[in-house]
């Protein structure tokens, strides 16, 4: 969303580092940028626990269908990403959105940084049913949570989305003044979710180069959904996933020309039949045996 944009210009880190001196008494800089949405007719709010995080997500759908679980990407929620999609399940699947750690619902309110430990909490939702595991759908952030759990939990993760997903670590860039930002007491004018936000943007070139060793070992289907005008995380990133995942059965690439970032608001039917793709590379491979 816009909001990531926000976080990586100059011009925002400067106006927050003038703030005390310019803004004193304005409460325009503690937005809280989380959804308000909870639940409806269509969709339940259900809670986890992983671990020492009691994760929030979202639920609709047929309840022993084929379980979809949808990543946001940072910062952002499960409510202000995925609720279009969750209103419409086709039949035969299960769609879950997360809220996760350091958005949302879910608590503590802390930022993790690390995408094995943002993997790790996935786990307590990835089903199999029907010899068949969960597919993951990753937007921007997500996609490296979604690949480090196809890497970690092979025997439940049946396949992954990338959709706009920032996997490529020489594409990351964090600004010296977003380190600035990061330490109080400038951190103390971000809302929690922003400094949530700008924590995992700071790790996550990083976090990238120890992820990028486990791609090759992926076998799961990799579907990549990308825009070709994505501004936020560049279409680069494709390229590189394609000379990444090397071990997988099958990976497809959609490209959409013209698209920007916002994939989960513009291009549901996309993400759809990528997971339907998915779907079908698994039951040709079931039939096979």
Same mark, same amino acid.
């Given at each position: 969303?816009?909001?990531?944009?926000?976080?990586?210009?100059?011009?925002?880190?400067?106006?927050?580092?003038? %703030?005390?001196?310019?803004? $004193?008494?304005?409460?325009?800089?503690?937005?809280?940028?989380?959804?308000?949405?909870?639940?409806?007719?269509?969709?339940?709010?259900?809670?986890?626990?992983?671990?020492?995080? =009691?994760? =929030?997500?979202?639920?609709?759908?047929?309840?022993?269908?084929?379980?979809?679980? @949808?990543?946001?990407?940072?910062?952002?929620?499960?409510?202000?990403?995925?609720?279009?999609?969750?209103?419409?399940?086709?039949?035969?699947?299960?769609?879950?959105?997360?809220? *996760?750690?350091? @958005?949302?619902?879910?608590?503590?309110?802390? %930022?993790?940084?690390?995408?094995?430990? #943002? %993997?790790? $909490?996935?786990?307590?939702?990835?089903?199999? *049913?029907?010899? *068949?595991?969960?597919?993951?759908?990753?937007?921007?952030?997500?996609?490296?949570?979604?690949?480090?759990?196809?890497?970690?939990?092979?025997?439940?993760?049946?396949?992954?989305?990338? %959709?706009?997903?920032?996997?490529?670590?020489?594409?990351?860039?964090?600004?010296?003044? #977003?380190?600035?930002?990061?330490?109080?007491?400038? =951190?103390?004018?971000?809302?929690?979710?922003?400094?949530?936000?700008?924590?995992?943007?700071?790790?996550?070139?990083?976090?990238?180069?120890?992820?990028?060793?486990?791609?090759?070992?992926?076998?799961?289907?990799?579907?990549?959904?990308?825009?070709?005008?994505?501004?936020?995380?560049?279409?680069?990133?494709?390229?590189?996933? #394609?000379?990444?995942?090397?071990?997988?059965?099958?990976?497809?690439?959609?490209?959409?020309?013209?698209?920007?970032?916002?994939? #989960?608001?513009?291009?549901?039917?996309?993400?759809?039949?990528?997971?339907?793709?998915?779907?079908?590379?698994?039951?040709?491979?079931?039939?096979?045996?």
């Amino acid at each position: 969303m816009w909001v990531i944009k926000t976080i990586k210009s100059w011009k925002f880190w400067l106006t927050l580092l003038l %703030a005390p001196m310019l803004l $004193v008494g304005c409460s325009s800089l503690f937005i809280d940028f989380n959804s308000d949405f909870i639940n409806d007719d269509f969709i339940a709010r259900e809670n986890v626990q992983a671990d020492d995080i =009691s994760l =929030s997500y979202l639920r609709s759908g047929d309840p022993i269908g084929q379980r979809v679980i @949808f990543l946001h990407g940072t910062p952002g929620d499960a409510g202000g990403n995925w609720v279009r999609m969750l209103k419409s399940v086709p039949e035969g699947y299960e769609f879950i959105a997360i809220d *996760r750690p350091g @958005f949302g619902h879910t608590k503590p309110r802390s %930022a993790v940084t690390s995408l094995d430990d #943002q %993997a790790a $909490v996935l786990e307590p939702l990835l089903v199999v *049913r029907g010899g *068949r595991g969960t597919i993951l759908v990753g937007h921007s952030l997500g996609g490296p949570i979604i690949a480090a759990a196809a890497a970690n939990y092979p025997e439940s993760v049946a396949g992954i989305v990338m %959709a706009a997903g920032a996997l490529d670590p020489d594409l990351e860039d964090v600004l010296f003044i #977003q380190y600035v930002g990061n330490v109080p007491p400038f =951190s103390w004018l971000l809302d929690k979710t922003l400094r949530n936000s700008n924590k995992e943007l700071i790790a996550l070139e990083d976090e990238l180069r120890l992820l990028q060793p486990k791609l090759a070992g992926i076998t799961q289907p990799v579907m990549i959904v990308h825009g070709t005008m994505d501004e936020l995380v560049p279409y680069k990133n494709v390229a590189f996933m #394609q000379r990444e995942f090397t071990g997988t059965r099958h990976l497809e690439v959609t490209k959409l020309e013209g698209m920007n970032h916002f994939l #989960q608001w513009n291009k549901n039917a996309e993400i759809f039949a990528a997971v339907k793709t998915i779907v079908a590379v698994l039951n040709a491979s079931q039939s096979a045996r």
